[in-house]
């Protein structure tokens, strides 16, 4: 099994460079099937999520090529409807071809995802929301089956809770849709407004962009797209913490500064020093003084955008082990999501988990000591990074075929900013 092998105590200096957004290249490769034609689709990340989406299209007869960041997809032949469980399974963002086929075809077969690492994650609100427009939905041998008779009519749909894919779905939907669609309680993120953008670039008229409040008229076709992924915020994010948590001088180049509100909040209530640039930010971290650190805990409640990030939690938690003081985080987001904390607890921390809510108390340096461990999920494993980067001594990642799937280089990237970081391939 490939592993990262790191050594703590290392401050990080020097620029990094963020890629794009997974998030937001899964949906807008996707958005590429509601027209028959060649799009183009810039700064997509080369990422395991990134390569699966490709072989989800290549097997609803896609033909596709990549050079650097851009990806060129055609996406004229349409040789299936169906995406199946062998592919849904590795990566449960393939649902985003549902919304797609159903406005191309009117038909989409599409293996349930079910659990993951992190919570139940139903896709009960995407069904719903397709029925609303008029499709008919089966569930047969863990399949869904979607199907309408021409094209879907426009309605009013509204999500229990602001689903980010649910909603992406929704507006690929209802692009081609006859008459007008309003999304109501929509999610916000960035990665919501790049696929509309692209959307919008093809024909579509939406209107409420950066809302929860979406409204979608209707047209009869869209034109072919060339569209650029947006920075990945979460990635610029992990680098902030790691570099929070490792100490230094850390500049993170080439993403969106107003993309992280919550996060530069948070990171400035512990005391570090953050500037921000039209698209760069530079932190400056103490790191370790004698055996503790000129960094406060702070309190994190995890929430839809501008919220706080589900995405960057397990970072922030690693951080916080440093910190001093006791820091309470909530998980609002998803009912699992501290797999990291039996790991962390491995290299030292102190961290009692009560429902969705972790209590942590800082430790000091050399309270804190690297480990073998495991991860369990992709933020969770850039958590360990993060521990293992401020813990004394030497920490073995396995599994982390699950970085791989959304961070693209990391360990050279790191590696860069002086961090003693390499992966094993075994
Ligand atoms: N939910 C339902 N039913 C649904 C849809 C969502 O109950 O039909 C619930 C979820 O279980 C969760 C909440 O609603 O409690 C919000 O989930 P959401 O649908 O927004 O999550 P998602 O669209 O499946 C995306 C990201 C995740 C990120 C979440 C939250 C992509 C491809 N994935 O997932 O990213 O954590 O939004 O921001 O965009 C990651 O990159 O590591 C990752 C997990």
Known sequence: MDKIILEGGVPLN???????????????????????????????????????MLKVLETLGTRWSREGGTVYLDT???????????????????????????ARVGLARVSLPGGCAIGARPI??????????????????????ASAQGRLQGNVVYFDNPTVTGTENLLMASVTASGTTVIKNAAREPEVGNLIDMLVS???????RDSDRLTVHGVERLAEAEATIIPDRIEAGTYLIAAAAAGGEVTVQGCIPDHLPSLVEKLRGTGIQIKEHDTSFTVTSPGWTEGSRNLRSVDIRTMPYPGFPTDLQAQFMALMTTAEGVSVIHETIFENRFMHVAELQRMG????????????????????????????????SASLVIAGLAAEGITEISRIYHLERGYENMAEKMRKLGARIKVVRE
């Open 14 to 52: 020097g620029t990094v460079a963020v890629s794009g957004s997974k998030n937001a290249a899964l949906p807008l490769m996707a958005a590429s099937l509601i027209t028959p034609g060649r799009h183009v689709l810039h700064n997509v990340p080369d990422l395991r999520d990134t390569r699966t």
């Open 76 to 102: 004229s032949e349409l040789t299936g409807a169906e995406a199946p469980y062998e592919l849904v399974k590795t990566m449960r963002a393939s649902v985003l071809v549902l919304g797609p086929l159903l």
């Open 124 to 145: 009960n609100y995407h069904v719903r929301g397709f029925e609303q427009l008029g499709v008919k939905t089966v569930l047969e041998k863990g399949y869904v089956e």
């Open 202 to 208: 093809m024909g579509a008229e939406i209107e409420g």
């Open 349 to 380: 921390a102190d961290i009692k988990i009560d429902g969705c809510t972790a209590i942590v108390t800082g430790k000091k340096r050399g309270e804190l000591c690297g480990a073998p461990v495991m991860a369990t999920d992709l933020r969770a």
